[in-house]
């Protein structure tokens, strides 16, 4: 079998670290890692975009004994080199999507074991298979005679694939930790009418294996239309198909600088400043664009192309101080390029900010861009960009340009505002060093406007930031769409945020929740969740209508599998909303015991946990950890969320134990309530039910909530 592979690089700050400098390694027992990955896929791809989706969802994890040492999210955030002490490790990586069935979504994944040694470079390929188990059909020839309407329905607990009539699709499922088996159904009608069903099993089912479901069939010739079925199952290891190098694209970087920010100095003291771009393939074109340049007659205007710059435009770009080197490694099949900006030429800039914005392009047809500005000022401080920037505070930054400048501080006010506050602030050293002051007391998703100050001078340069946004998104329920039959309470094309168990309602034409304009605060919708009675193949099973923070991950069976929870470092000491609650007091549904009396009851809850306190069980699949906590209703296997767990920070709640006043919705206040003092929070959860206890089936028929404006009180 030819093996091709999907390559994962990448280059970056590391390597400029080596380009600069003849001792990379310490003698205190350091060595580096050189990790790169290949991803085995089944299918060409032709799409760049793939590759990128691809590159982009791989977690890359590195762990020793003692527990995790690093996490790169994205095959962008992976260095050329990684320094580690020295002792034994484990590199894994994750790719694709884990669904439980699809026709599209893939996952892969993969392991090794390394050793890191003092002062050496220890490369590591991660070999990421496929970790799919891969169905399709194929029907023989002259079926069509015997058999009309025929479906292939293969299925595990956790989701099924209905293959329609003749097709060259394939099934990826992801097999559940606790059973192995696929279950296959053919469906159809005889050629005498009669209905036709054909069952079996495909036992232990392995991942990176594809097994062809062969259906054949032959005509009894002592009875008059008898035809008798028969399926082969081919199993075979899949075979590796696409040779597609994925990799980041080129990086921009100062040596010794952020280029992100300004380069400031007095006239005639900036000295020699360059740029390095690096990249894991080859890069075709660097382009630097600058009105600055336009005073060089030989370039002809106000950007050049430095790889492809002819001899009289290279000559004229060095004598008027700026050079460049280009060094494309064939056989390692990397690039770095060096601009140098000489001091001849920045040590003669007039007062004034000069851009010069660099654009470089790969092989592959990846571009990364950035722009290097020197401002040049006899004033003692430069207001630069906002540092650290939080929900409610941020980190002021300036440049000192000139000592014994006086006392240093910031201006700030919310823009819009007349007046201005002051803080005080200090320099991290002499002329040149940064200037830093932190401010607190912020407002949440707020723009800000700040200038550095100096004894009695006042920066002209005016700088802003927004703060974080510490409210939940889509709070007010304004933004929903449509998947296939699910409603789902998020915008199309949106990274999900909520969610609700329509996903399982909905394989039977109901949906629990839904957008409403019936009753709502602000906008145009509230959020309206009914309990709702679903019948399935003739059995009852009922369902309470919900919304989560979260996802619905799978339907076990005729149960949801819920991943509650996204990630939430702040601390709200209260939570506001505004809803109306309709209990339903039709008979009771389900089995348990949790419900007495007529009427249902509902429920809101919030609780702020911390994953890392979180336990697990050999039930759980890699996808499932990814969750502050998961929520299976299934009888077999049951885990519901308990507001006294070990990994529980803070919790509040407001039961309705009867419908809400008036015709409208009305405000209700949540405290929350800390439990553990001097713990940060990593997630919050956030649940609506018009059933308390819709996780056992029970509650009542049509139970109603509308929920809108929810907002988190610091």
Known sequence: MNKKYIYLAAIGAATLAAACSEEKFDASGKGSLALSATLSSDVEVVSRATDQELAESCKILISNEKGLVRRYNGIAEVPATIDLVTGSYVAEAYAGDSVSASWDKRFFKGREDFEIKAGETTPVNLACKIANTVVSVNYAEGLDEVLSDYTMTVSHKRGSLTFEGRTDAKGYFMMPSYSKDLTFTLQGKQINGDDFTYEGVIENAAPATEYRLNVTYTKQTNEVGGVVFSIKIDKTEIEVRTDIKVIAAPKIEGYDFDIANPITGEPGKFGRKSVYITSA?????????????????????????????????????????????????????????????????????????????????????????????????????????????????????????????????????????????????????????????????????????????????????????????????????????????????????KVEFWDS?????????????????????????????????????????????????????????????????????????????????????????????????????????????????????????????????????????????????????????????????????????????????GVTPSNIIFVASASRYGDYFEGRENSTLYIDDIELVY
């Not at 009675?533 to 619905?552: E, L």
């Not at 990994?647 to 309705?656: L, S, T």
């Open 281 to 493: 393939t080859k890069i075709d074109n660097v382009e630097l664009q600058s009105e600055w340049l336009a005073n060089i007659a030989e370039l002809g205007g106000t950007e050049c192309s430095l790889v492809n710059m002819n001899e009289t435009g290279r000559t004229a770009l060095e004598a008027a101080g700026i050079n460049f080197s280009y060094n494309y490694n064939e056989e390692a099949d990397n690039t770095i390029v060096q601009i140098n900006f000489e001091p001849e030429m920045l040590d003669n800039l007039a007062q004034g900010e000069y851009a010069f914005a660099i654009s470089a392009t790969d092989s592959r047809s990846a571009t990364s861009t950035a722009t290097l500005t020197f401002s040049v000022s006899d004033a003692p401080v430069l207001t630069l960009a906002a540092g650290t920037v939080a929900y409610h505070d941020a980190v002021l930054r300036a440049q000192l340009a000139k000592d014994d400048a006086g006392a240093l501080g910031f201006n700030y006010r919310r823009a819009g505002d007349a007046a201005w506050q002051h803080i005080d602030a200090t320099a991290t050293g002499g002329a040149g060093s940064e200037i830093t002051a932190t401010v607190q007391g912020l407002k949440g998703n707020t723009t800000y406007e700040y200038c550095a100050t100096a004894g009695d001078f006042t920066s002209a340069i005016i700088a802003t930031f927004t703060t974080l946004d510490d409210q939940l998104p889509n709070a007010s329920f304004e933004e929903w769409s449509t998947s296939g039959k699910v409603i789902l309470p998020s915008a199309s094309g």
């Open 501 to 677: 168990g329509n996903h399982g309602s909905s394989t039977l034409n109901k949906n629990i929740t839904d957008k409403s304009s019936d009753y709502k605060h602000s906008g145009n919708y509230s959020a309206k969740l009914v309990s709702q009675s679903i019948v399935v193949f003739g059995a009852g099973k009922f369902a309470a209508g919900n919304i989560f923070i979260g996802a619905y991950l799978y339907t076990e069976v005729m149960d949801g599998v819920l991943g509650w929870g996204r990630p939430f470092t702040l601390e709200p000491k209260e939570v506001k909303l505004w809803a109306k609650y309709t209990p339903g007091t039709e008979t009771k549904k389900g089995t348990g015991t949790h419900l007495s009396g007529d009427a249902d009851e509902g429920i809101i809850y919030i609780a702020l946990v911390d994953d890392t306190m979180m336990t697990w069980d050999g039930n759980n699949q890699t996808n499932q950890k990814d969750w502050p906590q998961v929520v299976r209703t299934n009888a077999d296997y049951q885990w519901f969320f308990n507001k006294n767990g070990a990994n529980v920070i803070a919790y509040g709640e407001h039961v309705f134990t009867a419908a809400t006043e008036g015709d409208g919705l009305i405000e209700i206040t949540i405290p929350i309530e800390y439990f553990k003092a």
